[in-house]
């Protein structure tokens, strides 16, 4: 019992969970609600879907687990308590355990790339899979670029559902004269999700370089709080707060402007004052504790940000 539960935490199995979540919501309440006002199915089977969200949930595992192999060292000093990999899993056994989900990831997208005739695809998974193994071992000793690149993951975990759905419309030529008329408004709703992803990952793994500042600056990583110190790391998690707070202020106009009251209530309350909420602990935060807490409430304005796609489901196409 004790190894399955350090098993689910070594691949975070919460963050699994919201990527599922997202990519349901995103397929189901979103692209599917826009695609039926003009009575056009899903171009990806429901079958197709599981698999690639099979892929993605996957590939996360792998980057998890890797991840925490790479950090064996570092994680004795931030985290010992809490540690996997060393403790309940050896060197080897998490390995093993991280390249099991990558195979586990390419076959899915691989059966897809074949069914859906654009061996391409598959490209673009090894791609991401060698990005996640490159941000373990290099990408993350460096200033932004580490934490920039792994919330580029988390946002394309979003878009990768429509670029799918993309990929079946334009092979057929029917389906793509069709739906022509919604594409630029699913286009502009996934890429405010995938921003929104991208810009609130970016501030929480920032916060989470604060917390395991001690263990990186002894091996030497050079995460921006290692080189900047903690005033000007705060002020750039606020600058981009700030930027989240735009971005959540024209979301609200725009769902006022079309009539969606429920959702810019929602947004107001459920992303809106956790986000001000977040800003307001962010100026006197100083122990790791703190800052645990802040990379928390983070989580839970990116899943209060997803869950708003049921909003949009029940007040779009009234």
Sequence with gaps: MHKLKAFFKLIRWPNLLMIMVAQLLLNYLVIDRVLNLVHVDLPLSHFQFVLLMMSTVFMAAWGYA????????????????????????????????????????????LYLSIRLEMIQLIFLHMIIGIGLWYYSTRLKKTVLLGNITISLFTAFSIFIVWLYHLVVLRADSTLMVNSKKMIPFINQMVLYYTAFAFVISLIREIVKDVEDKTGDAEYQMNTFVVKFGLTKTKFLVYTLGILMLLMLGSAIYFSHLYGWKQLSIYLGIAVGIPLLYFLKNLKNSQTTEDFSNLSTLAKVIMLAGILSMQLFYISYGL
């Design 66 to 109: 890797f991840n925490d192999v790479e950090d064996e060292k570092v994680d004795a000093i931030n985290k010992d308590e809490k540690r996997i990999i060393g403790k309940s899993f050896s060197r080897e056994s998490g390995f093993r355990i991280a390249y099991s989900f990558l195979i586990l990831s390419l076959i899915p997208a």
